[in-house]
Nanobody, 122 residues
């Protein structure tokens, strides 16, 4: 069992920045991949970014490339999502996820956090 707890969401103006954190605990997950997804009401969960725990592999959704950066701190068992140049369309609940597959599909991830709301005002 892996427990994931997100933090760092909030309200920010368009063009601003925000950093989300995801603290992981539980069984050994060093072989798992970590990812961020986001979801707005009535829409499917959208892939944002993924990383392996060694940090040498990352991938991003097209809508966030060049603006968001995913990183990890093995000592703290924490994954971060640094978001810059935020747009109103980035408004969503952001979820941290963990799983054994290198994937941008939500079905590839077994464990999920409770989500943190990010709201970008225009």
């Amino acid at each position: 069992q892996v427990q994931l707890v997100e933090s760092g969401g909030g309200l920010v103006q368009a063009g601003g920045s925000l950093r989300l954190s995801c603290a992981a605990s539980g069984r050994a997950f060093s072989s798992y991949y970590m990812a961020w997804f986001r979801q707005t009401p009535g829409k499917e969960r959208e892939f944002v970014a993924a990383i392996n725990w060694s940090g040498d592999s990352t991938m991003y959704g097209d809508s966030v490339k060049g603006r968001f950066t995913i990183s990890g701190d093995n000592a703290k068992n924490t994954v971060y999502l640094q978001m810059h140049s935020l747009k109103p369309e980035d408004t969503a609940v952001y979820y941290c996820a963990s799983g054994p597959f290198w994937s941008s599909w939500s079905q590839g991830f077994m464990y999920w956090g409770q989500g943190t709301q990010v709201t970008v005002s225009s």
